[in-house]
């Protein structure tokens, strides 16, 4: 019947791309002509050179730099140490003569008190002959004076010529200065911290005071006099300036108070060593080196500072007469400056030299290497499949000439075995198409080629065969006779095209069973086979018989693994009496076995490749594992059930390569319900329309009026049909069709796994009521299926499509005879 449905789904056409040239060798030097700077022999050479030159070149220039580094660093330190021990001696002399005027002085008053006039004439001659002295004072103490506000004449450098200062007219009474109070306090010399000498040179400066006493007539000694002599702070800084080396090189003194000098500071003044070094982090380092400073000896360290840019070199040391800590700083980044420089215009020349090199080797290698291109070329046309081009001349006896002769020789044997390949390529086409066809028409002898699902009121049966070959000697079959099902799962020795052949003989002997027991089949099929079987080949097999009515199981095995039911949730593997296997001798016994079956038990019947299947590690899947496997899966649909136990024994040997035919038959018996249902799946082959409507009619049954089969047959047919043409799929692929009945209502439901589509709203409709002049070709199925169901209902689960149309059993007619 032509189908209205012809035009529902759309179409996509799929054109065949040009296969080409016969064949073509790929050729790895195909982008030598195309710009690949890495392609030819001279930019390989070139590369590697410049790469190789390039290493050794900065291997070098790294060494030298680490040497002459470490050269330069060590001179630094050397020389940095002799420029503080020069400087340091030098303070040392200016201080200590300082101190020992200021001591003669001191000692003079100690042993004779002279004149107020005789002192100040003391004090004018010591400013005036001693160079290094910027002033001096001699204060009484307190009460050696006839002036209330004591004695205290200050003398100092100005101008060329000694000035004079009181510095009792102070704010600050005398003896409350540092300078004096000190002094008279420890009555041990002292130098005093930095200060700013107010109301007397007005600069800032240091002071040594030295106490001078008497004895009187008792023998106590009482203080008469402070001496002081004064050291100004622009001299001391003209000494930190000869520590400067660099730019950022920077000389300090620090005294026991912790102010701080430096040479590049615009002042003399001295700041606090919390001002210089703000950061708290780095205060500790500087406080460990200044109280690890010793007389005599140097502390240096290496470490980044805050003071110049980089890392820096320190050196410090102590001063024995005044105890302050004397140091330099030097940055590295200055001293290396000559040697960074020098390095950069040798890097500068080296790549010169590089660029040089590169230009002298492309010369060389592109004249060396040009009979290479001209064989390049010959190669490309090789590799396209043009055996026939010519390669350049072969002259002399180097190695290019006998590159050029190999590509000759290469090129015969190319040609030869070109020709052997497309013949075996041929041969073995031609086998495996033979093969292919061989598996067809092996699948075609088993119920629905190979993947069988029934549902049935009365039972529900899931079967599959997986070949470990093309075609393999595994087997079921089953056949529903009035109110008994018979059912078996065979393996047959051996695999490969003879276990096929033998696996037909023996499906062709158990398609009809009669009214014989399981055991006489067997019987009957044993003698059967041993006739011409000169290979000695066997069949094992379990034949069983099942009575939908009564529920009573009797089934005969040939050697075979005996099933395994699921009885209540829990498996069972029922003991059984065996014949041996089939087609070795004739006139065997094959005992029948009974099982009384319940509604809600599931029976297994399986092959070998199910239970030794074996892993990595040479186990075997084993009955236990398949028996929890049964367990597990006791609330999944037979499908799932047998598609779950196929994908974990490939799980189990999961990196072993399959060595054994699986075949599996799943058996269930549902529990009464109201609703009767039935399901097959359909390969799409060109008979699959007369299959569905033989099984349609077949399960319907007289149990619905005539017209209800003729409208359902028609509904079925159309959809078949519209999937059969448009869906894309191929004959491999199959179509699920399900037949719900209850009282009121038969549903039908169809499945396909072929690219989405909804009929129900995509379908092109043609216009009704059209003369037949302008009537519209195709386009009537959705009307047709509308007209003759009661609901339709269309929905995509995953990756298939699925119809459901509903037809109510209970009919009426309305005033124009249409039912409703």
Excluded at 516 to 524: D, M, Y
Aim: aromatic share 6%.
């Amino acid at each position: 019947m032509a189908s209205p449905l012809n035009c529902c789904r759309r179409v996509s056409t799929c054109h065949r791309q040009s296969p080409g040239p016969r064949w073509k060798i790929p050729v790895a030097g195909k982008g030598y002509r195309g710009g690949n700077v890495t392609a030819s022999i001279a930019s390989r050479l070139i590369l590697s050179l410049t790469l190789s030159a390039s290493t050794i070149i900065a291997i070098a220039l790294l060494v030298d730099y680490r040497l002459s580094r470490e050269e330069i660093l060590e001179r630094l330190r050397v020389d940095s140490r002799l420029t503080v021990v020069d400087v340091v001696q030098d303070l040392e002399r200016l201080l200590r003569g300082i101190e020992g005027n200021t001591r003669f002085i001191a000692g003079i008053l100690a042993r004779r008190q002279g004149s107020e006039e005789e002192i100040a004439q003391l004090l004018q001659e010591a400013v005036l002959h001693h160079d290094d002295v910027f002033g001096a004072t001699i204060a009484l103490a307190r009460g050696q004076s006839a002036h209330p506000n004591g004695f205290a004449p200050y003398y100092f450098k100005q101008g060329g010529g000694v000035a004079y200062s009181d510095l009792t007219e102070g704010p600050v009474p005398y003896w409350q200065r540092p300078w004096f109070d000190d002094a008279a306090s420890s009555g041990e010399p002292r130098w005093v911290e930095p200060y700013f000498d107010a109301g007397g040179a007005e600069i800032y400066m240091t002071t040594f005071s030295v106490p001078a006493f008497t004895t009187d007539d008792q023998g106590d000694q009482r203080l008469y006099a402070i001496v002081t002599a004064d050291l100004t702070l622009e001299e001391l800084h003209r000494y930190l300036k000869r520590l400067e080396l660099g730019q950022h090189g920077i000389g300090f003194l620090v005294s026991r108070e912790g102010l701080v000098m430096s040479s590049d500071a615009d002042t003399v003044e001295m700041r606090p060593w919390q001002e210089v070094l703000p950061e708290s982090q780095r205060q500790q380092f500087w406080l460990d080196m200044v109280n690890e400073a010793e007389p005599g000896k140097h502390t240096a360290r290496h470490s980044d500072c805050a003071v110049v840019a980089g890392p820096c070199i320190i050196h410090m040391t102590r001063l024995q007469h005044s105890g302050w800590v004397l140091g330099v700083i030097y940055s590295e980044r200055d001293v290396l400056a000559e040697l960074r420089a020098y390095e950069y215009k040798v890097i500068a020349l080296g790549l010169l030299c590089l660029a040089v090199m590169a230009v002298v080797v492309n010369l060389l290698t592109r004249r060396i290497t040009r009979p290479l291109s001209a064989l390049a070329l010959s190669a490309d046309q090789l590799g396209e499949g043009h055996l026939d081009t010519p390669l350049p001349q072969a002259r002399g006896g180097d190695e290019v000439a006998r590159l050029v002769q190999s590509f000759g020789h290469m090129k015969e044997e190319l040609k030869r075995h070109i020709s052997d390949l497309e013949q075996a390529t041929a041969n073995r086409s031609r086998m495996e198409g033979e093969l292919s066809a061989a598996r067809d028409i092996q699948m075609a002898m088993l119920p629905q080629s190979g993947r069988a699902s029934e549902h049935c009121a009365d039972f529900l049966l899931w079967a599959t065969v997986e070949s470990a070959r093309t075609v393999g000697g595994d087997l079921f079959t089953y056949s529903l006779q009035g109110r008994k099902l018979f059912f078996a799962v065979g393996d047959v020795s051996d695999k490969g095209v003879p276990a096929a052949l033998f696996m037909a003989r023996s499906l062709s002997h158990l398609q009809h069973p009669g009214n014989r027991s399981p055991g006489q089949k067997l019987a009957e099929l044993n003698n059967a086979l041993v006739e011409r079987n000169s290979n000695c080949m066997f069949v094992t097999l379990v034949l069983a018989v099942l009575d939908l009515d009564s529920l009573e199981l009797r089934y005969a095995s040939a050697g075979h693994p005996p099933p395994l039911l699921l009885h209540e949730g829990r498996s069972i593997c029922p003991l059984q009496e065996s014949g041996p296997a089939t087609g070795l001798a004739r006139d065997q016994a094959f005992p029948d076995n009974v099982l009384q079956l319940s509604p809600g038990d599931r029976l297994v019947l399986y092959t070998d490749g199910v239970d030794e299947a074996f892993n990595s590690a040479g186990e075997m899947f084993g009955t236990g594992r398949l028996a929890a496997w049964l367990d597990s899966c006791a609330g999944q649909s037979l499908a799932e059930a047998g598609q779950g136990l196929i994908e974990a024994i490939s799980h189990f040997a999961e990196g072993v390569a399959q060595s054994d035919d699986i075949t599996l038959l799943l058996l269930e018996v549902p529990r009464p319900t109201n609703q009767r249902g039935h399901q097959r799946s359909f390969h799409l082959t060109p008979d699959v329309i007369a299959a569905s409507l033989d099984w349609l009619v077949a399960v319907l049954g007289p149990q619905l009026a005539p017209e209800a089969h003729s409208e359902l047959q028609l509904v079925l047919e159309e959809v078949i049909t519209n999937i059969y043409k448009y869906s894309g799929l191929g004959e491999q692929d199959t179509v699920s069709v399900a037949l719900t009945i209850d009282d009121e209502t038969v549903r039908l439901t169809v499945r396909d796994a072929g690219r989405a589509f909804n009929p129900l709203q995509d379908g092109r409709r043609a216009a009704l009521g059209a003369d037949i002049d302008h009537a519209e070709i195709g386009g009537l199925g959705v009307h047709l299926i509308e007209q003759l169901t009661d609901r339709q209902h269309y929905r995509r689960e995953g990756d298939e499509n699925c119809l459901e149309l509903d037809r109510s059993l209970i009919t009426t007619e309305d005033s124009t005879g249409t039912r409703s």
